[in-house]
């Protein structure tokens, strides 16, 4: 029997499931677990509290070493809202050659911060960087260069 706490995923709303994995299958490598329609009484209508008139997909995500890491919540028929500055909220996602992930990301029009080099509490040096993505979430990626 599982115990305790354990974080599932985060499941982000997007106006285009397809231009999304542009982003999170092509460049980041996640690898699509499942696309799906939902249902008319799908459980997202109360927790993103979507009105009956909005359409969804529901695409879930996996990374090498997790299933279902991250899912993608397409919403149609409603216009979408951007998130607003500041951002309340950010996922953070570690990379291998992070230079040639940001190249693509830049390659997609999108747009994203100066990078920082810092050192965490265990002496790891690891240089981040972050974008916001198509629907306007926030994403910092992250390379461990010297552990």
Not at 26 to 49: A, C, K, M, N, R
Not at 105 to 126: A, H, Q, W, Y
Not at 133 to 143: A, K, N, Q, R, T
């Amino acid at each position: 029997m599982e115990q305790g706490t354990h974080y599932k995923r985060i499941s982000i709303v997007v106006s285009d499931i397809e231009q999304s994995l542009q982003i999170y299958r092509d460049i980041l490598g996640f690898t699509v677990h499942s696309i799906e329609d939902s249902d008319p009484d799908s459980y997202s209508y109360p927790v993103f509290q979507l009105p009956k008139e909005a359409t969804i997909r529901f695409c879930t995500l996996d990374s090498p070493d997790q299933v279902r890491t991250l899912a993608l919540t397409e919403v149609k028929g409603i216009e979408l809202p951007k998130e607003r500055h500041p951002h309340m909220s950010a996922s953070v996602i570690r990379v291998n050659g992070i230079e040639n992930v940001l190249s693509q990301i830049e390659g997609l029009g999108l747009s994203f911060t100066e990078p920082k080099i810092d050192t965490n509490s265990n002496g790891d040096i690891f240089k981040e960087q972050a974008f916001v993505d198509f629907d306007g979430h926030l994403i910092v990626l992250y390379e461990l260069i010297k552990q």
